[in-house]
């Protein structure tokens, strides 16, 4: 928690500017790849899936050429931390803020990524997909995204905690906007979300590695597929 309040050790070489243009980015890439797959494979229950990954795809490019002259700054390099740990860490947090979410909501509900395979016939290709998206696309793109590029940026002007909690509601507006076609309850596609952006937030700046942060975006995805696994 000391680590959450105090300044980014390392400010990055990018303003907040172009951080919030790297989120534009990719919120653009998303929404595109999804209309393009459900476009090709209309019906299917899995073509948003498939949609967000070739998003995600986009979206790691993206960062990668935009910002290839600092890419020190993004912290992907190998870290001491133990990843393994950080791994567990995530799963049990995600155990937890499910407990809220289940208490808030009174139902037992899937993540928004994976509403629309729940009910249905995902078949192996569905469960490829999912499996594809929540622990690997999914991860990457979205914390070379905001752990990466927005998170260290935003710190450094507004500060640590309220650049944190910044960087945690603009993870839940992003779920909000990409992965909910109707919102239901607001609590499950948005609250929801922002505790878990807060959580690899609070990840990001103990270890200072957004590797650590895939790493923990890992965990919750392990958790979403799990209950999947029981909603089916």
Do not use: C
Not at 109 to 125: D, I, N, Q, S, T
Request: zero cysteines; hydrophobic letters at 60%; a neutral charge.
């Amino acid at each position: 928690m000391r680590k959450i309040g105090n300044p980014e050790p390392q400010p990055p070489p990018w303003g907040l500017a172009s951080a919030l243009s790297a989120l534009v980015a990719a919120l653009a890439a998303m929404i595109i790849g999804t209309l393009i797959m459900l476009t090709l494979l209309e019906g299917s229950s899995y073509a948003p899936l498939l949609g967000w990954i070739l998003g995600s795809v986009v979206t790691v490019a993206y960062i990668w050429s935009a910002f290839r002259r600092s890419r020190a700054f993004l912290h992907i390099a190998p870290t001491d931390a133990r990843l393994f740990l950080i791994l567990l860490f995530a799963v049990g947090m995600a155990f937890v803020i499910d407990l809220v979410d289940l208490g808030i909501t009174g139902a037992f509900l899937p993540a928004p990524e994976l509403g629309a395979l729940v009910g249905v016939e995902a078949g192996f290709a569905g469960w490829v997909a999912a499996i594809l998206f929540m622990l690997v696309a999914q991860p990457v793109a979205e914390e070379l995204a905001f752990r990466g590029v927005f998170f260290p940026a935003v710190r450094q002007v507004l500060g640590g905690w309220v650049g944190w909690l910044m960087s945690g509601l603009a993870y839940g507006l992003f779920h909000l906007i990409v992965y909910t076609s109707d919102p239901g309850n607001l609590w499950h596609s948005l609250g929801t979300p922002v505790l878990i952006g807060l959580v690899i937030g609070g990840v990001r700046a103990s270890t200072g590695s957004t590797r650590a942060a895939i790493v923990a975006h890992i965990g919750f995805g392990v958790f979403a597929l799990l209950k999947l696994l029981a909603l089916s």
